[in-house]
């Protein structure tokens, strides 16, 4: 999500190397980077995981609070369409005294077709729910195209990889 704003952390299980285990803490920590300010405790923080948020992604334009703030729920299967209602800016919106209201998108790795009507209508009302829908399209655009990309070397080995791991039919 970096490529998308500029700066970006993963704040879902399991959580960015160096962001604190407690969802609080980790709170404390987006905001000391964001330039943001914590809203009033939750009653629920002890329990409350992520908030539904698995990123949080933002393009600072100085030191200042108030700047494009994307909070996103990635889902990995089929229905990741059952997962767009998972961010509520209501509460973060208390857990967070943003300057500017945040965006809420949808990550998920397969690719959206809106070849009908239909499909478009769905989209639609799916960008209504969940917010910008990142699709594997979209996630792939942000990609260098560059094979001398360091990227590029590290898609490339993770695939030889797979690839080895592939039964072969004789």
Known sequence: MGK???????T???RQL???RTFGKC???ICELTGEHRGPRDPLLPVRKDAGVDVISWRPLDSRPGQVILLVQCAAGEKW???TNDINLDVWKKLVDF?????KALAF???YITSTAEQEKRWIAYSWAGGILLDRLRIASWFPRSTRSPI??????WCQCQIERLPWIV
């Open 27 to 29: 709170l404390d920590q």
């Open 4 to 10: 998308y704003l500029g700066s970006a952390v993963n």
């Open 81 to 83: 369409h059952d997962k």
């Open 18 to 20: 160096g962001l604190p």
């Open 152 to 157: 590029w070397s590290e898609m490339s080995a």
């Open 109 to 111: 790795p397969s690719v």
């Open 99 to 103: 300057a500017a209201n945040p965006v």
């Open 12 to 14: 879902g299980a399991p």
